[in-house]
């Protein structure tokens, strides 16, 4: 499929709806508002089920190499996690610049889950309790040869997804 910048409403749209069903496959998921998705996904060795609430970018804003936000529930609270689909060396330890609201934090990220994800530290977490929930968008930029991969997530609604986290967080 097709998901370059660049192309129409209606492509973007088959573009966003083709990435929640790769999140789900093999996972449940429930529409929360603002666009976030709650997703609990099951573990195939039997541990614990990973849950997480999601949203992908804007992708007429964004470079097609970037998929998304997750937040989910880690061992000392909500880890933070940027999604990526094209997959990043393991050794990498990639700069990761965010800005919501005015406020820019700069970030290096742990490269995990294969090299499709992107786990930011803990102060990223205090952002997205704090800062983030009173804006509309958050904007990314990872560091990355040959080129940066930037773009922009929607993240209004982040309080509401939040809430359903740590609510499910508790319950697993």
Not at 79 to 100: C, F, G, K, M
Not at 134 to 154: F, H, M, R, Y
Request: aromatic residues 2%; proline residues 5%.
């Amino acid at each position: 499929m097709n998901c370059a910048s660049g192309v129409s409403p209606e492509q973007r749209r088959r573009c966003d709806e083709e990435a929640f069903r790769q999140v789900e496959s093999g996972s449940q998921s429930t529409q929360l508002e603002g666009g976030w998705r709650l997703v609990r996904s099951k573990d195939p060795e039997g541990g614990a089920d990973a849950i997480s609430v999601m949203h992908v970018v804007d992708s007429s804003k964004s470079d097609p190499r970037l998929a998304g936000l997750s937040l989910q529930c880690g061992r000392d609270g909500i880890d933070v996690a940027l999604i990526v689909l094209e997959p990043l060396s393991r050794s990498e330890r990639p700069t990761v610049a965010l800005a919501a609201g005015g406020k820019r934090a700069e970030f290096e990220a742990s490269v995990v889950q294969g090299g499709a994800a992107l786990r930011l530290p803990a102060d990223a977490s205090k952002l997205a309790a704090g800062d983030w929930q009173s804006a509309a968008d958050l904007s990314v930029e990872i560091a990355s040869k040959p080129n940066a991969i930037l773009g922009v997530v929607p993240i209004g609604g982040l309080a509401a997804a939040l809430s359903y986290l740590s609510q499910n967080c508790h319950a697993r």
